[in-house]
């Protein structure tokens, strides 16, 4: 309390307050490791950060770095009490206050500096802290500090996106989720801040990053990102995403394992035998904290807002399978959340025509287990057909569309042709009467599905001609014989 007495009395002391408390933060004797000295280190530390924001900046580097190593980045469980539970909240409010009362042009640097420190000493923990004080400091960016930081802000994101490409070849599954999630939250929050002038730029950079290198970890890192930029932007981002359906496209073509295996990352991909996480401690540290608050992440991972859903269980980490597998499933979640979201007539007909193919033979991409199958057409590839679809919204494509589909249902794997037959059902359900005018074509392959060897796909195709005849209100078994 003295820090609020004395005000501007204690600046020139301030320095050597800080260097104090500072250095018991860095002390590695065991009273110093006493949780109790700690939490009334932090909380001296938390008075002198609320009153002297402003005179921080000679010492602000050494503060970042103690306040995210990770001993005070620990998340107390829930309902969790004590010292523990104490001290780390109390640090968590630290990096709060300093991401709020600092002003953007002195600690944004600082934050770079720490970033370089932390990534030399691969401390993800570390990384994710300082994202979130990113993050918070974004937040509470004036419109003219947002204009000002922006040039500076663009080459960092790109440099922080190239330690999550890298982490898909250094650290543990855990450490990579987590930090390109801390990484991109801070993205959006700088992205919401911006006007369409400042952002455009800043998009192409980063477009232009992820595809213009032999490094394709990057277009991981990209896409989940474009993802999460489409759900969030809603229709705006259309006004961007013109250039990557081409783009798109390609990929989905290059990570179709029935045309080119895994061969588009098996150049790159390097096998994660465990040696990972015995590289460094913050592997370790990040798996611990999954396990803590495994109940948190589970419910993380069902929401939209926190990116693509995993598709690829029965896949190992950092192979090339599951790096196609992650990529086709990024793609197709930002299409889908595209095309969702359209309201100024994205998918036109040559953006149709460009992505249709490449979609549809995804169908018979069957990488990895039945189960990993059946999740990627389910939960991405039949959703993002359908919407596509939808908001083309031309009889003349869906036409073209339905009978290369339709060629799907006679493939020679049971799989293929049942996936085919979700993604019908998926289409008639979405578009109802205006799909009808489709059933003479479709009758006939119907009509072979109904005496399919496989039961699964009989029992599908039995599904699909009572949606139909739910849609019509009569039945199709005239129309069978």
Known sequence: EMSACLGPHLLQDLPRALSALLQLLKSTTEQAKSELLRLSVITGLSKLVDHFPSFLGAQLNDILSQLCDPSLCDVPQRGEKGTH???MQKSHMVRCSMAKMVAPRVLIPSI??????????????GLVALLGILADNIQAMSKVDVVDQCPKLRKFFVSIFEVVAVGYKQFSEVAVNKLEEAASSAFLDLVLRCSENVFRPIFSTISKWAHSSDDKDRLL???RLAFR???KLKGLFGLFAGSLVEKASSLLEKVNSSKHGDSFFSSSAVEMNGSANSDSDMDSEAEEDEEENSEEESEAESSDDEGPEEASSGLRFGSAAWKCQRLATAILDCLHRICLHDSKQFVTKQRFEALRQPLLDQLESTRGSQG????LVSDHLVPCIAQCALSAGDGSLWKSLNYQLLLKTRNSSASVRFA???????LFLRIQEDYVFLLPETIPFLAELLEDESIEVESECQAVIKVVEDIMGESLQSYMT
């Open 221 to 223: 890192v990209f896409y």
């Open 85 to 87: 539970a104490q001290l």
């Open 112 to 125: 770079q500096h720490c970033f370089e420190e932390k990534r030399q000493s691969q401390d993800v923990v």
């Open 420 to 426: 085919a037959l979700l993604v019908l059902k998926e």
């Open 372 to 375: 990993d199958f059946q999740q």
């Open 229 to 231: 930029l489409a759900d």
